[in-house]
């Protein structure tokens, strides 16, 4: 059974950070590429980070880059998304994405919930 959990989201005040993790299991986690993704009240869903299987390349929207950094830990099949000086622009849900390239799948977590607010 696939499973993506995330956790670390929470309530955070403007210029602070927030480390979220996602942990995998159920698929071959360090043939994966892995994303996170986050969705605003009333906007669609937006690609946040990248990061490919063995973790060599990263790749993020123009809106983080700079203050969030991906990352993955294949011993532990997590991955990582460090959020640092956040802005209330940054409020969301976060979701984990992987897509398994060794069964062209693709599976979501059920997302953690990021407020940055004062």
């Known amino acids: 059974q696939v499973q993506l959990v995330e956790s670390g989201g929470g309530l955070v005040q403007p210029g602070g950070s927030l480390r979220l993790s996602c942990k995998a299991s159920?698929?071959?986690?360090?043939?994966?590429?892995m994303r996170w993704y986050r969705q605003a009240p009333g906007k669609e869903r937006e690609l946040v980070a990248t990061i490919s299987s063995l973790g060599s390349n990263t790749n993020y929207a123009d809106s983080v880059k700079g203050r969030f950094t991906i990352s993955r830990d294949n011993a532990v099949n997590t991955v990582y998304l460090q959020m640092n000086s956040l802005k209330p622009e940054d409020t969301a849900v976060y979701y984990c994405?992987?897509?398994?390239?060794?069964?062209?799948?693709?599976?979501w977590g059920q997302g953690t919930q990021v407020t940055v607010s004062s």
């Open positions: 994405n992987a897509f398994a390239w060794t069964t062209n799948s693709n599976y």
């Open positions: 159920g698929f071959t986690f360090s043939s994966s590429t």
